[in-house]
């Protein structure tokens, strides 16, 4: 993994890159270079691991390029259970719900990423309510799709068991 300077990605890749991105919709421009700058920005080559089952969280990611796949250990085995791509954030739900990391996450390809920790997230709340509600109805509708998607799967298997297929 690497660090880089998140407002050399701000100036090469422009505000309204940024602006299109889901987590980030609808932020004011200073909002997003301010956690650009205050969080941690990397890189990570395709492969890599970004965290493992109990590492501790500290904050979230927000795929600012590239995609990671989520995956959980299960009867020996590592099953995928999400891809993540630009825009999207992943560790939310575990910085909300105070647990240490459940599953392992890695870069699909290429990816870029910034990390806004805990504390960043309850200072933007202090300094920039505004965008930090909007933030959270960007965070909260993101997980809404989560939980229908998971609804789906778990209806289509239920017709399977139920029809004998599964």
Not at 39 to 57: A, F, H, M, W
Not at 87 to 92: I, K, N, P, T, Y
């Amino acid at each position: 993994m690497r660090t880089i300077a998140g407002n050399d990605l701000w100036q090469r890749w422009g505000e309204d890159y940024f602006r299109a991105l889901s987590t980030f919709g609808a932020l004011q421009d200073g909002t997003i270079l301010s956690l650009l700058e205050n969080g941690q920005v990397s890189e990570l080559s395709q492969g890599e691991v970004l965290y493992r089952p109990g590492d501790k969280t500290r904050g979230f990611y927000v795929i600012l390029r590239g995609s990671i796949a989520l995956y959980m250990h299960h009867h020996d085995r590592d099953a995928l259970t999400r891809l993540y791509r630009n825009g999207e954030q992943l560790g939310f739900v575990d910085m909300i719900g105070l647990h240490d990391r459940w599953s392992t996450s890695v870069a699909q390809q290429p990816t870029t990423l910034v990390h806004i920790s805990s504390d960043q997230f309850y200072e933007l709340h202090l300094q920039a309510s505004d965008d930090f509600g909007l933030l959270m109805i960007n965070l909260s509708r993101e997980m809404a799709r989560t939980v229908i998607t998971l609804a789906e799967v778990i209806v289509d298997q239920s017709v399977l068991i139920a029809s004998g297929r599964n």
